[in-house]
């Protein structure tokens, strides 16, 4: 048996615990139903209840989500079209985002799978440090997969962007006096 203030009391009997419970206009709540004997404690079970459901709110406020994005290359890929969709991934990858890559053969491409690794694995090579590898390239029906998951190194090396300060003002210049228009005496 534990009081309200966390002080343990002793074993007794369950109607003693509730009796104390009730002339302290609180409620029982059993703790640890399987210790032998069982453990039980005094307290406001509404005030308990309201206090874990706003810890739970709390640590589902603080968890990440982990968000899949794909980009999607084909055999004939050009280059200024391959480095866009990197560039995207490793942008991806520094969100905090796993990517996937995929490449789909059409028609007699398939022929030539060995292109479409090479397209991947380049990816791969060129990601770098930014991201690792969660799944090697592989080939599901026409489609070829890789999976890449954001690496550690990269999410505690990416600090906070500094906030820019705000440009100061331009100084007052003095201004010029023109002068003054002669006046000619007639």
């Given at each position: 048996?534990?009081?309200?203030?966390g002080?343990?009391l002793?074993?007794?009997?369950?109607?003693?615990?509730?009796?104390?419970?009730?002339?302290?206009s609180?409620?029982?709540?059993?703790?640890?139903?399987?210790a032998?004997?069982?453990?039980?404690?005094?307290?406001?079970?509404g005030?308990?209840?309201?206090e874990?459901?706003?810890s739970?709110?709390?640590a589902?406020?603080?968890?990440?989500?982990?968000?899949?994005?794909e980009?999607?290359?084909?055999?004939?890929?050009d280059?200024h079209d391959?480095q866009?969709?990197?560039?995207?991934?490793?942008?991806?990858?520094?969100?905090?985002?796993?990517?996937?890559?995929s490449?789909?053969?059409?028609?007699?491409q398939?022929?030539?799978?060995?292109?479409?690794?090479?397209?991947?694995?380049?990816?791969?090579m060129?990601?770098?440090?930014?991201?690792?590898?969660?799944?090697m390239?592989?080939?599901?029906?026409?489609?070829?997969?890789?999976?890449?998951?954001?690496?550690?190194?990269?999410?505690v090396?990416?600090p906070?962007?500094?906030?820019a300060a705000?440009?100061?003002?331009?100084?007052?210049?003095?201004?010029e006096?023109?002068?003054?228009?002669?006046?000619?005496a007639?």
């Open positions: 048996m534990i009081d309200e203030n002080e343990q002793g074993v007794m009997a369950p109607f003693e615990a509730l009796k104390m419970a009730r002339e302290k609180l409620d029982l709540v059993e703790i640890s139903p399987n032998v004997p069982p453990v039980c404690k005094i307290q406001d079970y005030k308990y209840l309201y874990k459901d706003k739970d709110r709390a589902r406020k603080k968890q990440k989500v982990i968000v899949i994005k980009v999607k290359f084909s055999v004939t890929v280059e391959y866009t969709k990197k560039n995207q991934a490793v942008r991806f990858l520094g969100d905090g985002d796993k990517v996937k890559a490449l789909r053969f059409k028609g007699r398939m022929a030539h799978r060995d292109l479409g690794y090479k397209i991947i694995n380049r990816l791969i060129d990601i770098g440090e930014a991201g690792t590898v969660e799944f390239p592989r080939m599901e029906g026409t489609t070829l997969h890789a999976i890449l998951a954001p690496s550690k190194k990269a999410e090396q990416a906070a962007p500094p906030k705000a440009p100061a003002p331009p100084k007052p210049q003095p201004a006096s023109a002068p003054e228009p002669a006046t000619t007639s």
